[in-house]
């Protein structure tokens, strides 16, 4: 069975850190691209971050560029996302996602082949 879980969300001040992980397995993580994507209250997806499945590029949405970091580990099938200097915007169920398709990683190609069911992220004061 094809599985990615997140973990790692929560509460957080403003200007907090807090770093997210995707526990993926059933299937071969190393092969695929990996995303995240994030889905605050009453609005669409988007696309926040993507990491190639050698792990050597990795790509950011203008809104997160400088604060978070994307990273995995193929050894422990694990996707990470270090985020930084939250902001309240940042507020939003943050999902993995995986696919085999060469935008997956680069932007919001929504060509993704399996999901996570996400973990939520809130940042307050």
């Known amino acids: 069975e094809v599985q990615l879980v997140e973990s790692g969300g929560g509460l957080v001040q403003p200007g907090g850190s807090l770093r997210l992980s995707c526990a993926a397995s059933?299937?071969?993580?190393?092969?695929?691209?990996m995303s995240w994507v994030r889905q605050a209250p009453g609005k669409g997806p988007e696309w926040v971050s993507g990491?190639?499945?050698?792990?050597?590029?990795?790509y950011y949405a203008d809104s997160v560029k400088g604060r978070f970091t994307i990273s995995r580990d193929d050894a422990k099938n694990t996707l990470y996302l270090q985020m930084n200097s939250l902001k309240p915007e940042d507020t939003a169920v943050y999902s993995c996602?995986?696919?085999?398709?060469?935008?997956?990683?680069?932007?919001?190609?929504?060509?993704?082949?399996?999901w996570g069911q996400g973990t939520q992220v809130t940042v307050s004061s």
């Open positions: 996602a995986a696919g085999l398709g060469a935008t997956c990683a680069t932007g919001p190609s929504w060509e993704y082949d399996y």
């Open positions: 059933g299937f071969t993580f190393g092969s695929y691209d």
């Open positions: 990491i190639n499945s050698g792990g050597g590029s990795t």
